[in-house]
Each structure stands twice: as C-alpha cells, then as structure tokens.
C-alpha cells in the first residue's frame, strides 16, 4: 500500500521561504511521477511543479517558476519543494502526489495521479 506523507507548511511572512518534504513508503518514489498540488479554499487543486520518473524531468507551474524548486533524494525516498519569495497568493493546503504511467500531457491534471498524502497547510502573511 502506498502512503505519502506531507512535512514541512507551516506560517511565514511575505517573501519568507519553506520547505515542504513528501515521504513515501510501499512505493519507490524515482519509478513514479510525483507532483506538488495546492488547494486553496473553495478552489480546485492547482498544478505547483512536478518531478516525472527518474529521467530528471521537471514541470512548473508558471505562478512557481523562479520562485520554488522540486527535488528528489532517492536513498530517503522522499521528494521536495523549496518555496522562497512566497507570497499571500501561495496560501493553501499543498498535497503530494505519485502516479505511475502518467502520460506527458496529463502531468498537470489530479487525476493523473492514483496516490496522495493528506497535505500539509501553507499559510503566508502579507
């Protein structure tokens, strides 16, 4: 069974940084497509970026793009997001994703990915 663990939100001011750590265990994360969303209230999940397979390939959404950087570290089994210059626009409750056969044009889409964590809240003060 695989389970993903989201670590890392918390509550910083504008233009402070986090960093979000998504540990998985019954899944090898570099054999799967894993992706950061965000949910803000009464929205619909958000594409943040995304770390397909272990061919090193990576997505951003454009809201992210300069700003945070996804990562994997193979021997813990985990991937993260470094968030910096954050601002009240990246408030929400950031969920981790893994999927396996995740087709390159539907790396941005949820349903794409057939697990997730429970999320871990992000909250930036202005």
């Known amino acids: 069974q695989v389970q993903l663990v989201e670590s890392g939100g918390g509550l910083v001011q504008a233009g402070g940084s986090l960093r979000l750590s998504c540990a998985a265990s019954?899944?090898?994360?570099?054999?799967?497509?894993v992706a950061w969303f965000r949910q803000a209230p009464e929205k619909e999940h958000e594409f943040v970026a995304g770390?397909?397979?272990?061919?090193?390939?990576?997505a951003y959404a454009d809201s992210a793009k300069g700003r945070f950087t996804i990562s994997r570290d193979n021997a813990k089994n985990t991937v993260s997001l470094q968030m910096n210059s954050l601002n009240v626009a990246d408030t929400g409750v950031y969920f981790c994703?893994?999927?396996?056969?995740?087709?390159?044009?539907?790396?941005?889409?949820?349903?794409?990915?057939?697990?997730w964590g429970r999320g871990t809240q992000v909250t930036v003060s202005s």
């Open positions: 994703a893994a999927g396996q056969g995740v087709i390159l044009s539907s790396r941005r889409n949820p349903s794409a990915y057939a697990h």
């Open positions: 770390f397909f397979r272990s061919g090193g390939n990576t």
């Open positions: 019954g899944a090898t994360l570099s054999t799967y497509t």
